[in-house]
């Protein structure tokens, strides 16, 4: 007869092999004047990015051994405020950590987001949106990475890319980036109240969400590359 310890590490290795996502869309190259822009949705979530660089960087900015990189993102309406500002620094730090950005010194990296929609898991639709417009620009990286969110409902149940309702009623949200070669957490953004347990709990199925994500990657650029060639 298992423990009661090896009875619950199994549930949970089952529970992690049943990760609902909402349906993924993305289109690469549809803006014109950006060295790469992407749109992505998640559901009824969307997000358009455009990449712009290696440019000429204003000299207060510049740094002597790495590139700039500016992340903006732009609400649906009105003008950008506090959530917008600690969601560029999650963007933001994702990014510096992929991007190879030794190999352009004193230049700069431009990422611009604009929400196209919300309905909940806005900031791992920025991240993925983000990745894929870098990608579009072919600007050179270490790893991909996708964000993914977790949700606790007052029940204590893990809901993943939860809607703006779900997002509501529960007590706990944590957005984590996850990199493509090791699964590695890049970076994470929580609000709430959990336990080191739940925290863990959310991280693994975050990194078993990624890997649909990142075969939706190799999927999408397969289809777009299908047809040019």
């Known amino acids: ?10 549930m949970e290795k089952q529970e992690l092999h ?34 712009y660089g290696p440019a000429e960087v204003k000299v207060s900015k510049e740094i002597y051994d790495r590139a700039t990189l500016e992340v903006v993102i732009q609400p649906k309406v009105g003008l950008p405020g506090v959530q917008e500002r600690a969601r560029e620094q999650c963007v933001r730090e994702t990014c510096e ?5 030794s190999l352009h010194p004193r230049s700069s990296l431009t990422l611009i ?5 919300d309905d909940g898991s806005l900031l791992s639709c920025c991240l993925n949106a983000a990745c894929m417009a870098l990608m579009d ?10 964000g993914v969110t977790c949700a606790i409902d007052t029940d ?11 997002e509501k009623e529960s007590r706990a949200l944590m957005t984590f980036a996850i990199d493509s070669t090791e699964r590695k957490v890049m970076m994470s953004s929580t609000k709430g109240s959990f336990s080191v347990h739940e925290l ?7 990194q078993n969400a990624s890997e649909k994500i990142f075969q939706f990657y190799r999927d999408s650029v397969r289809r777009r590359y299908s047809k040019t060639l």
């Open 1 to 10: 007869m298992p423990s009661a310890t090896e009875q619950n590490i199994t």
């Open 18 to 51: 049943h990760v609902k996502l909402r349906e993924f869309g993305c289109e690469q190259s549809l803006l014109s004047r950006p060295d790469g822009s992407a749109s992505f949705t998640q559901g009824d979530t969307s997000m358009l990015a455009a990449a």
């Open 97 to 101: 950590a992929a991007l190879l950005s």
């Open 113 to 117: 987001l604009q929400v196209v929609h």
């Open 137 to 146: 620009a072919g600007m050179a990286m270490s790893c991909l990475f996708s």
């Open 156 to 166: 204590g149940q893990i809901i993943t890319d939860p809607t703006a309702a779900q």
């Open 200 to 206: 863990q709990q959310c991280i693994a199925v975050s």
